[in-house]
């Protein structure tokens, strides 16, 4: 009754490191594969037929059509790479000033500050200098353009 038992120091350990290296090859060749692919459908700057060609070229061959497509067009991956993240960042933007309600009108902030003055919260000198702010587009009112003089209450 033999049976062969293979234990852990039968796999020599330089092996394991040619198998790790390969595995993790295979892994980097498939994502380079896929941004490539995903580049290529986001490049505005070729049309239908150039885009259909650069993938079918990548699909049917890909280790030739992934080396030629970096050496043709890598640089300029990159700049694209770099303006779909700018796009993306000036969506965000916008969308948290539009949440944040940072988009209030030249007429909105006269408004608020005519309200102001009615309660009494800011006298007739610091409304006359927050609606010079606002008039001259400097933005709204600050701290100091109401808080100079004393407030009456």
Do not use: C, N
């Not at 049976?3 to 330089?14: E, G, M, Q």
């Not at 594969?33 to 995903?38: A, S, T």
């Not at 061959?61 to 080396?67: E, I, K, R």
């Not at 916008?94 to 030249?106: F, N, Q, W």
Request: glycine share 10%; proline share 4%; charged share 25%.
């Amino acid at each position: 009754m033999s049976t062969d038992t293979f234990l852990a120091y039968d796999y020599p350990l330089l092996s394991m490191f040619w198998t790790l290296l390969w595995f993790f090859l295979w892994i980097m060749w498939f994502v380079l594969l896929f941004r490539i692919i995903g580049d290529i459908f986001r490049d505005d700057s070729l049309g239908g037929w150039g885009k259909t060609g650069w993938l079918v070229f990548v699909v049917v061959l890909p280790f030739l059509g992934v080396f030629i497509y970096l050496i043709a067009r890598g640089k300029s991956m990159g700049r694209r790479e770099i303006d779909h993240a700018r796009a993306q960042q000036a969506e965000v933007d916008a969308y948290i000033k539009k949440t944040a309600g940072g988009g209030l009108s030249s007429a909105d902030e006269l408004a608020k500050l005519s309200d102001m003055r009615t309660r009494g919260d800011i006298t007739d000198e610091e409304f006359r200098r927050a609606k010079e702010l606002v008039l001259g587009g400097a933005g709204r009112p600050g701290p100091s353009a109401t808080t100079d003089a004393p407030s009456p209450h």
